[in-house]
């Protein structure tokens, strides 16, 4: 019996380590007026902050659940806890943070990569940053790099964060932007100084140790005009039976003629709900590029989005999704042309197979003001099997005439013309069907910063069995 | 209200896309059936109930020529297998309509959908072919021509079953004025359609700048052996266009009058029949020998 091409599921063995957690440290799962009095209480939130959390909680309440996109019903949202005690206090200084929480990220390679190649690193572990620190020199520039709590606390950036805290995703967003708005804990706040170009990226990572948790991180980013920034995200958690859900939230203010790259890797386990956002709203002749690269978790919903609100700015996604057995990801991008000359691109990659379910969604929004724009979307998909599932919904919504909108989709399978064409050239038909698939994800992946390119290659291993039919 | 026109995998509800919603009667008509002669042509200005059905080897030409304002046309199709069903359908000046074809594609049959909306006041389509037949295919072409408040939601959902099954969807056409169109576009390979191929494509030429144009164009699959794709460019006429034509001595208001006038143009031209195409270009104020 002929066998066929087997492209191996995604290798999680260097994410699926846990170390247990002491539920004292949970505050009650759930989420009640209480939970979030306790969670502002914990925070020591200014006054403001503590009302915004109510007022979330009331629009949580209100709002209904999505009624499109993947099946969330197996999440129960009063299951989940919403926050977990920190085990210590935020460090600068690698050597003080806890051992258990030193060695999940020590074995994730987060250490290595600062000293290597990043200008600062931040971690959260579970609800808290444990560790952030920023290379004297970029300090110097006058960059900020810190949790996005302690600078709600420090009166240089209380005001700033105050103005732009959840203004570009208001809790009336959807009802899991109102839950983040209730409960968010950790995340990174992120200021570059006009005309400040910073050449090498700034990494978060986040790490959802505990069991049937949440992580709720919000990640602030602003650039003032001509700076330039690379930041790099990266998530993981190790597989419970209980569901887990993300709700983190990033905005990012990209000022005029500033350019900020915004890479992202994620890799939760299976039982994770991903419903995150993140938004940018970019200025005249701004730049905002997206890659992403969706790997884990058992539901996403993600779908940055970026408002082209100045003269001539731009956005840039580049995004690549590989769903396996038990995984649906909704993944793609939404692009608003709000104003005159603005131009973007949209290009995305996406594999199925054993099962798994990938969908592509998108919209493009050119608005009135938006003269002169353009916007190209392109998208492929690729089926590795009968059993799986590959949907394109891309929408497009035109409102002036002075503008060119293009787009176009394929799906399909590993073209038998192209295999016999590299075995005419020598190769087997694993090597020619190996080469194809690597081929396909190529231009996605040589947009990731190296060592996240070398392991997705990694990531999407390739076996190949006996002839093939 | 009712809805109409869901899409088949709802997304964003802020797009308004999902569904149309409009005020609908039932439609009490009497069901006329048509499965013989050649050609076969119907003028309604009322509500109307239709069932067709080209026989095993047969080939069946159905024109309806829809005017008058509100009325709901409703049209369950049959192509039993090795046949051929064409079905032209124009939609007139002001004709407010809910329409909805339904059609059933057998073994190597075929379904040709030929149709044209000169404006449509206010109206919503639904064409929902089912290629059930092994080698069965379904070819459209669509155009429209909206101006002034006219308002068109077309949701065209071609569903793959058959093995070997083939669609081409082709769609084009001319937004003027304050006019507003959503074309929601499906092509659907079911589990099993192994061999299928499906090719869409959107052509939109945008004439004012208060038009609102919307375009969703969908793959579903659940097939691994099917070729799918779809494209769409919506715009003004690109510059190097313009100056070509101009180049060649063409006024620029005539470059846009010419460049729409040849997306309908395509369409008129696949009809055929004589006196449905002079009375498309009575409605659009053209002569029979303009060319």
């Known amino acids: ?469 | 209200m009712t809805k109409l026109n869901k899409l088949p995998a709802p997304t964003y509800g802020w797009l308004g896309v999902n569904y149309a919603e409009r005020e609908l009667s039932d439609n009490k008509a009497e069901l006329v059936s048509v499965s013989e002669g050649s050609l076969v042509k119907a003028d309604i200005t009322s509500d109307a109930r239709y069932e067709l059905s080209a026989q095993e080897n047969k080939e069946l030409t159905v024109i309806m020529y829809i005017s008058d304002e509100d009325k709901r046309v409703d049209v369950s199709a049959k192509a039993e297998s090795g046949s051929k069903l064409t079905v032209v359908q124009v939609f007139d000046k002001g004709a407010r309509t809910a329409a909805q074809l339904t059609a059933d594609i057998a073994d190597s049959a075929e379904l040709r959908l030929i149709q044209l909306y000169i404006g449509g006041a206010d109206t919503v389509s639904e064409i929902n072919p089912v290629l059930s037949g092994y080698s069965s295919s379904f070819k459209a072409d669509i155009g429209y021509l909206l101006e002034g408040e006219d308002k068109l939601d077309i949701n065209l959902i071609a569903d793959h079953k058959g093995r070997k099954s083939i669609s081409e969807i082709n769609v084009s056409g001319v937004l003027a004025d304050t006019s507003d169109k959503t074309f929601k576009g499906t092509i659907d390979f079911k589990n099993g359609a192994s061999g299928a191929k499906g090719a869409e494509k959107e052509d939109v030429l945008l004439l004012s700048e208060k038009v609102r144009n919307k375009t969703v164009p969908l793959i579903l699959c659940a097939e691994e052996d099917v070729e799918g794709s779809h494209g769409a460019s919506i715009g003004r006429i690109n510059e190097e266009h313009i100056f070509y034509m101009q180049s060649r001595g063409i006024p620029e208001d005539k470059i846009y009058e010419l460049t729409a006038r040849s997306k309908t143009d395509r369409i008129i031209k696949l009809i055929g029949d004589e006196e449905t195409v002079s009375r498309i270009n009575k409605t659009l104020g053209r002569s029979d020998d303009d060319e």
Request: hydrophobic letters at 35%; a negative charge.
């Open chain 1, 1 to 469: 019996m002929k066998e066929k091409t087997q492209v191996s599921d995604i290798d999680r063995s260097l994410y699926d380590f846990r170390y247990e957690e002491d539920e004292r440290d949970y505050l009650g799962s759930g989420i009640t007026p209480e939970i979030i009095k306790e969670i502002s209480e914990e925070k020591n939130d200014p006054e403001w902050m503590r009302e915004f959390r109510l007022r979330s909680l009331e629009i949580y309440n209100k709002t209904p659940m999505v009624d499109w996109g993947p099946s969330i019903e197996e999440l129960d949202v009063d299951n989940i806890v919403t926050y977990i005690r920190q085990k210590s206090r935020m460090n600068t200084d690698w050597d003080d943070v806890p051992d258990d929480i030193k060695n999940t990220f020590e074995r994730l390679g987060i250490p290595q990569a600062e000293r290597e190649s990043l200008a600062g690193v931040g971690a959260q572990y579970d609800s808290e940053l444990v560790y952030h620190n920023v290379r004297k020199e970029v300090a110097e520039s006058g960059v900020v790099y810190t949790d996005l709590e302690s600078a709600m606390h420090d009166e240089k950036y209380a005001d700033i964060i105050k103005e732009h805290f959840m203004k570009l995703v208001p809790p009336t967003d959807h009802k899991f932007a109102a839950l983040h708005g209730a409960v968010w804990s950790g995340g990174s706040f992120v200021y570059v100084p006009a005309g400040v170009h910073l050449d090498i990226p700034l990494q978060s990572y986040f790490r959802l140790n505990a069991k049937g948790a949440g992580q709720f991180e919000h990640t602030l980013i602003i650039l003032e005009e001509n700076s330039y920034l690379h930041f790099i995200e990266g998530c993981s958690a190790p597989k419970y039976y209980e569901a887990g859900l993300h709700a983190g939230c990033v905005e990012l203010f990209v000022g005029k003629g500033a350019s900020l790259r915004y890479s992202t890797i994620e890799n939760w386990s299976k039982n994770m709900f991903n419903l995150n956002t993140k938004r940018a709203i970019v200025s005249e002749g701004g730049k905002i590029e997206w890659v992403s690269g969706s790997f884990g978790s058992h539901v996403s919903y993600l779908y940055p989005m970026s408002i082209l609100n100045g003269k001539g700015a731009r956005a840039e996604f580049t995004g690549i999704t590989f769903a396996g057995e038990g995984q649906n990801l909704d993944t793609g991008a939404k692009i608003v042309h709000n104003a005159p000359d603005t131009s973007s691109y949209m290009n995305t990659k996406s594999i199925s197979k054993s099962g798994g379910i990938s969908t592509f969604r998108s919209s493009v929004t050119v608005n009135e003001k938006a003269v002169g724009s353009k916007s190209s979307v392109s998208c492929e998909s690729l089926m590795l099997d009968g059993i799986s599932r590959s949907d394109t919904i891309p929408a497009m919504d035109i409102r002036t005439d002075k503008c060119d909108i293009g787009h176009e989709a394929k799906i399909g399978r590993i073209s038998d013309e192209a295999v016999f064409y590299l075995m005419s050239r020598g190769l087997s038909e694993e090597e020619a069907k190996a080469m194809i698939v690597r081929g396909f994800a190529d231009n996605v992946s040589k947009e990731l910063p190296l060592e996240y390119a070398v392991e997705m290659n990694n990531l999407i291993g390739l076996e190949m069995k006996g002839s093939i039919g």
